[in-house]
């Protein structure tokens, strides 16, 4: 009895839109369509009117020649500290180990026996 | 003036043209995208996404397919982003919502009532729709564009690009899997009710 009743529910469920009739959009659907169109190309046309303007285009080439300079000059002085650091490096710290540097005024006035 | 002629027109961006395609075919349009998304706002919107896409591709058109069947893909096609959007925004507001960002609760949509169901089968319509929801999406689809939109096996496997006997399976599973969905829920609502 439970199942007859629910089977006759899902047969009418899946019978229920077997005949639908089509639904309709809102009226004016292209007036709207036309709006969207045009607010959708005002954007791009605004994007592009802003990058194409001669101060935001000569701002643009200032950024990449700076960014350049800035790269060209930092790897100068990365290579300039660190050919410094290889040349001076052995030699310190083999006065440092031996102690060959004079600490005090005596032993610097009194270096030959 | 003939199909052919109006596409022709198009691809010259002549508006007349476009007001005449898009008066034509509006009402497939909208209601395959009614059909799958269920709901009417988020069907104008892939209505008019639909028509955007139709005007901008328009010269890519070789005529190897119907104009209808062209535009019946590009509808299924902007139907399953819109609803992949929608989860994505769903899942998002969700996460904000665990961090207390967003005080808005996640609401599932209401019951839809499709508005051309017959009075004595509004509720029962209801019921099948919201099942719907519940299948995968190429198994929607289908179901969709055969019940609602009256297509034939043929014409859906030549949307969405699959064999006949592919399309009669799909139809097969979608309606095996609506009666099990069926099934549940008129055994629980059939328990609610003592």
């Known amino acids: ?93 083999t006065a440092d180990e031996y102690s060959q540097v004079s600490a005090t005024l005596y032993e610097f006035e009194n270096s030959k026996p | 003036m003939t199909e052919t002629e109006l596409i022709e027109l ?13 008066e034509t075919w509006q009402s497939m349009v909208y209601n395959t995208a009614l059909g ?10 892939v209505t008019q996404e639909t028509f955007i896409q139709v005007f901008e591709s328009v010269s890519s058109f070789k005529g190897e397919s119907k104009f209808s069947t062209w535009l019946y893909r590009i509808t299924v096609s902007k139907a399953m982003d819109h609803i992949r959007r929608k989860k994505r925004k769903k899942r998002f507001a969700f996460i904000q919502s665990l961090y207390g960002k967003n005080d808005e609760a996640v609401i599932d ?53 699959l064999s006949e006997s592919a399309v009669d399976a799909l139809l097969h599973r979608a309606k095996e899997n609506l009666r099990k969905i069926l099934k549940e829920y008129y055994t629980t609502f059939n328990e609610n009710e003592r």
């Open chain 2, 10 to 22: 198009l691809k010259q961006r002549d508006r007349t043209a476009f007001k005449t395609i898009v």
């Open chain 2, 109 to 161: 949509p209401p019951d839809f009532f499709h508005p051309g169901a017959s009075m004595e089968n509004k509720e029962n319509a209801a019921v099948l729709f919201k099942a719907m929801q519940q299948l995968p999406s190429n198994q929607k689809t289908a179901f969709a564009l055969n019940k609602v939109e009256g297509l034939s096996y043929i014409e859906i496997s030549e949307v969405m690009k």
């Open chain 1, 1 to 93: 009895m439970k199942d007859e009743f629910i089977h006759k529910k899902i047969d009418a469920a899946m019978h229920s839109i077997d005949k639908i009739e089509k639904a309709s959009p809102r009226p004016f659907l292209f007036t709207r369509l036309e709006a969207r169109m045009q607010n959708e190309k005002n954007a791009w046309t605004k994007i592009s009117s802003f990058v194409s303007r001669p101060i935001v285009a000569f701002a643009c080439i200032c950024l990449v020649i700076f960014i350049n300079a800035m790269v060209i000059l930092f790897s100068n002085n990365t290579r300039n500290t660190t050919n410094s650091v290889t040349q001076n490096g052995p030699e310190l710290a």
């Open chain 2, 36 to 45: 799958i998304l269920q709901n009417e706002e988020d069907a104008e919107d």
